[in-house]
């Protein structure tokens, strides 16, 4: 039998890296999705292989030397989410540097722990084969860490005994409350080992789906009313949100005051987002006022991360391109290159938005449009093999 889970990549409304310091971030997932496979291989194979469809990488470890390099650990481990230590990274980069990871790129390193770590934690030992791709672009600012660590605590938990599903079900299922809140927390585990300060609203809007607000580790559900609609533009300028979050970090110790009252403004605009999307238009008169605040929003957002220092030559070049069109735009994620936001109102014409992303594309950038919304995390069974 094969398990399959799949977790959606999400958009930081507003809010990003304020949320990291316990102040409001509205974030929503996208339809675009991480794929986890999980096939179980007969227990003297001893083998986890491990292929990273996206990064074109495969790894392949024999169990009994996991199990060496964690024996440090005891087993078996803990069912209840519990966090890397550092010493326990060290030995996985022992496990990762044995299969010659190649320089070019030892960014991606982390996510080969954060697959150890929950592999072994919540399956144990267990001989597999595991494949991994993406629809979404790898550390881009749509959510790829918190999508990729969901997807496979989903499939891994639907194979541990911590989970009772329905092996039966044919096509995506999803998981009850309870289940899908130990999925968001191992993922989280996941996220804390490749974001090393995660706020955890990533993992939480990838889990759930649909639209949510987030404040120290609180997540409340938004019942968005409005029919929203962004141009996605991928600046392509690598970016690692490990590092963007520390910097702001950095710059908060360095000037507290200043910090807090931006942060503050910050959370005042994720509110007000809140806030309208929740609000039903009467008529388009007042749908296309509300449009408008969120693009203003948004500009002010930018205006806030581009003071924390997280914005980017490129990102800033996608706002000049947009403004030509009188839209508004900010980042979206950990910023620092990455990927854009571009609201497009209801009224605005396919052919403006056909204009724009040409635009957009003779800079090298990629433009793009996604479902935003819908379901969290699903699983389903294969038992063709
Ligand atoms: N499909 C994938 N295959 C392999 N590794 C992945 C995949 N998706 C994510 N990762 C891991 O996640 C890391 C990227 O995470 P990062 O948090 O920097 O970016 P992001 O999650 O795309 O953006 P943001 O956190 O701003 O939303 C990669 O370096 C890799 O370790
Ligand atoms: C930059 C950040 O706020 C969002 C990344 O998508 C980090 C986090 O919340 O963990
Ligand atoms: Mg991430």
Known sequence: MEVTARAPGKIILAGEHAVVHGYTAVASSIDLYTVFSIRLRSEDDDIVKLKLNDIGLDFSWSVRRIKEVLSHLGSPFSSTPT??????????????DEQSFPETKIGLASGVYAFLWLYTSILGFKPATVTVSSELPV?????????????????????????KLDVSQKGWSTFNESEAELVNKWAFEGEKIIHGKPSGVDNSVSTFG?????????????NSNMPLRMLITNTKVGRDTKALVANVSARKSRHPDAMCSVLNAIEAISD????????????????????????ELMEMNQGLLLSIGVSHASIENVLQTSMKYKLASKLTGAGGGGCVLTLLPTHISGEVIDKLVEELGSFGFQSFTAGIGGKGVQISFDHSS
Not at 150 to 161: E, F, K, N, T
């Open 210 to 222: 649909n639209v949510i607000k987030f404040k120290s580790g609180v997540m409340t559900r938004v």
């Open 83 to 96: 966090s890397c230590s550092l010493e326990t990274i060290k030995s996985l980069a022992t496990l990762v």
């Open 139 to 163: 550390g881009a600012g749509l959510g790829s860490s918190a999508a990729y660590c969901v997807s496979l605590s989903a499939a891994l938990l639907a194979l541990s005994d911590s989970v």
């Open 272 to 295: 007000e987002w809140s806030t309208i999307i929740q609000s039903h238009a009467v008529d388009d008169l007042y749908l296309s006022a509300n449009e408008e605040k969120l693009g």
